[in-house]
């Protein structure tokens, strides 16, 4: 079939098209989380170095309340990172579920007019279906690999700061 060679190489290609697009925010969410973490890490500093400021003066429910929002920033930050990470997760199964639907469309004609066998149908979504699965395998590691590049930026930016 003229649409074999089509779906097989649109698959990995709009694979990539969909990470190249979602790239971008997807490393300026984890750039947020990793800058709420910070701020959460900042002031545990703050308050395990000046406990006995903050005791004297009687700052424990500002303290309180100033850990309590970072930390609600903190969980909104993840939580809208994780959301999206989900969407780009989700997008290689979409894929396969698409192009065996696609394939069903346009061969359920053949097999109604006994072109081909229902024995041959099903040997087809099948082997799609296995492509499918390698692509989402080659999917998840591409996705692999760009989830690893914002904590080797976190790296770099605390290998980089001032020694004391």
């Known amino acids: 079939s003229v649409l074999t060679p089509i779906l097989f190489f649109v698959i990995p290609f709009a694979m990539l098209i969909f990470i190249y697009i979602r790239h971008p925010e997807t490393e300026r969410r984890d750039r ?20 006995r400021l903050i005791c004297d003066y ?6 309180i309340v100033g850990f309590n929002e970072r930390v609600a920033a903190c969980n909104r930050a993840t939580t809208l990172a994780s959301m999206f990470r989900v969407t780009n997760q989700e997008f290689a199964p979409f894929m396969t579920t698409i192009v065996i639907a696609v394939y069903v469309m346009s061969s359920y004609a053949s097999v109604t ?26 999917y998840r590691d591409m996705l692999k690999v760009q989830q690893a590049a914002a904590p080797l930026l976190n790296i770099i930016h605390y290998m980089n700061l001032p020694v004391d």
């Open 32 to 51: 947020l989380v990793f800058r709420r973490q910070t701020e959460m890490l900042i002031l545990v500093h703050q308050v395990t170095d000046n406990t």
């Open 58 to 63: 009687f700052q424990k429910p500002h303290t």
């Open 113 to 138: 007019s006994n072109a081909i066998t229902i024995g041959e149908f099903l040997t087809s979504v099948a082997v799609w279906r296995s492509i499918g699965g390698a692509y989402q395998n080659a």
